[in-house]
């Protein structure tokens, strides 16, 4: 495969989907049936997207298989083993998604291996490693985007439950206030992620009252109450508390690496991550929760928000930089007659337009490819060059050379 190809792309109807998101983006009848949570581009073996060919709509994964350097080029072929090493998503966020952490590359091999050898079926309900890599993660927001992610400083973290759960959990605070590092935090939360139903119920029952009372103070406070309703009696209902809570304005990006704990809680944004399908989750969800693994894999250092703007790149071309290896998000804004011209020395790239209508012209080739809201493309390494002209905005996936 040696030209540019539109993408047919999978949609993941999760129960926390917006039932108007994506299919507004894609210019489908809305509301939907079912609600639509993510738009998966890629070749995740577990939902690939598809190209029209001469054979019919051929799985992306099998054409990858077949063609690797043409598709990848060769430094990707090599150091990814002949796999597309990203997966590019559109999240459509109407109600929280569970508090979560991903492994890193070791957990995630080791914890693949381990739970083959026990013979739990890669699709089973109770499985934690579903491949055997790691997941860091850039989530950038096209509507406000509320998260929880990485833990808050101790200081606010210990007065903000102090306010809150001191009723109950007075003497665990304490116990946190006194040893406030690393240790401290994660027997804090083994002993909160433990906790009898009874207890959770007593503790949140005190916890929401008061945070009725002070909603107009502090938006965590909000966030609880708005966690509360969706999953009552669920001890994720103080995580606005632990964690801390950001919004992101349209435009504005975040890195997630291995490791770091975090919610994604309302909103519409573009998500690029290693290839990986891995996720422990801690609560905020009816899935399965192993406290024990969790905990295991955590990094318990406080976390500022590192919240990522767009840098220049060239003409029409802006990046979100962050450390990953497998991944690289930009935004390409064309205007009139201002073109974007890629650059030739480039890896396999997907290209998603979020507004607007432009032309993709690849090489010398006089015929273009359009490309209208919602529609994506995956451009093979063997394309030389491209341009894009037109009036539209485009993210952009890619691996950094």
């Not at 200081?155 to 946190?176: Q, V, Y």
């Not at 040893?179 to 433990?194: P, Q, R, T, V």
């Not at 669920?234 to 975090?262: E, K, R, S, T, Y």
Request: aromatic share 6%.
């Amino acid at each position: 495969m040696k030209s540019i190809q539109l993408l047919n792309n999978p949609i993941q109807n999760y129960a926390w989907g917006s039932h108007a998101a994506i299919a507004e983006l894609m210019g489908r009848p809305f509301p939907t049936k079912a609600p639509e949570a993510e738009l998966w581009m890629g070749a995740h073996p577990k939902a690939p997207s598809t190209v029209k060919t001469k054979q019919g709509d051929e799985s992306l994964l099998d054409l990858i298989k077949r063609h690797p350097l043409d598709i990848l080029g060769k430094e990707t072929t090599v150091a990814y083993e002949k796999r597309l090493p990203y997966l590019f998503k559109v999240l459509a966020i109407e109600k929280p998604l569970s508090i979560q952490v991903h492994p890193n590359q070791e957990q995630a091999k080791q914890g693949f291996a381990m739970e083959n050898h026990l013979g739990i079926p890669v699709d089973a309900a109770e499985r934690n490693y579903r491949d055997d890599n790691h997941k860091p993660e850039c989530i950038c927001a096209l509507t406000p985007f509320w998260a929880l992610n990485g833990f808050r400083d101790k200081i606010t973290m210990i007065k903000l439950l102090r306010e809150a759960c001191a009723d109950f959990l007075g003497n665990r605070i304490l116990e946190l206030e006194e040893k406030a590092d690393s240790k401290g935090l994660k027997h804090f939360l083994d002993i909160l992620l433990n906790l009898e139903e009874s207890d959770v119920q007593k503790i949140l029952g005190r916890a929401v009252r008061y945070a009725e009372v002070c909603k107009a103070r502090d938006p965590a406070f909000d966030w609880m109450i708005r966690l509360h309703n969706t999953y009552p009696g669920d001890i994720g209902v103080l995580f606005p508390l632990i964690l801390n809570l950001v919004c992101l304005n349209p435009g504005q990006a975040m890195h997630l690496p291995a490791g770091q704990m975090h919610a994604y809680l309302e909103g519409v944004g573009i998500e690029l991550m290693a290839n990986s399908d891995n996720v422990l989750r801690g609560g905020l969800t009816p899935k399965h929760v192993d406290v024990s693994e969790l905990l295991n894999i955590l990094d318990f250092k406080e976390q500022p928000i590192d919240i990522i703007e767009p840098v220049k790149r060239r003409p029409c071309e802006k990046v979100y930089p962050t450390p990953a290896n497998e991944f690289e998000l930009s935004v390409i804004e064309t205007v009139g007659r201002e073109a974007y011209t890629s650059v030739k020395d480039r890896g396999v790239e997907i290209l998603l337009l979020t507004s607007g209508e432009v032309d993709v012209f690849q090489g010398n080739d006089p015929g273009p490819l359009r490309l209208s809201r919602g529609m994506s493309a995956i451009v093979p390494a063997a394309v030389e060059s491209y341009r894009i002209i037109g009036e539209g905005t485009v993210y952009k996936a890619g691996v950094p050379l």
